[in-house]
């Protein structure tokens, strides 16, 4: 039988030990997670600047480019 348990990073040396010392139990590595929080707090911090762009270009402080520079621009970069 296979059993995941998620335990907190501050507790998993602790449970790692409790769970080894029980005899015919077999423990894998632990996976490494991937870094959600790292990609949406990026993610947020790029919507909020695009924002704040927006905002900028609607009070006339910047100026926007024409739609065909930026699909251009954005064909080019694939």
Same mark, same amino acid.
């Not at 080894?20 to 790029?46: C, E, F, M, Y």
């Given at each position: 039988?296979?059993? /995941?348990?998620? /335990? =907190?990073?501050?507790? *998993? %040396?602790?449970? $790692? ?6 005899? #015919? /139990?077999?423990?894998?590595? =632990?996976?490494? *997670?991937? =870094? ?7 993610? %947020?911090?790029?919507? #909020?600047? %695009?924002?704040? /762009?927006?905002? #900028? ?7 926007? #480019?024409? *739609?065909?520079? $930026?699909? *251009? ?6």
């Amino acid at each position: 039988m296979e059993i /995941v348990l998620e /335990v =907190p990073d501050e507790d *998993a %040396a602790r449970v $790692l030990e409790l769970i080894k010392g029980i005899k #015919r /139990v077999k423990v894998k590595s =632990p996976k490494k *997670a991937v =870094p959600q929080l790292d990609i949406n707090t990026q993610l %947020a911090q790029d919507l #909020r600047e %695009a924002g704040r /762009v927006l905002v #900028r270009i609607k009070d006339g402080e910047k100026l926007s #480019r024409p *739609a065909r520079e $930026l699909l *251009a621009e954005l064909k080019d970069e694939l």
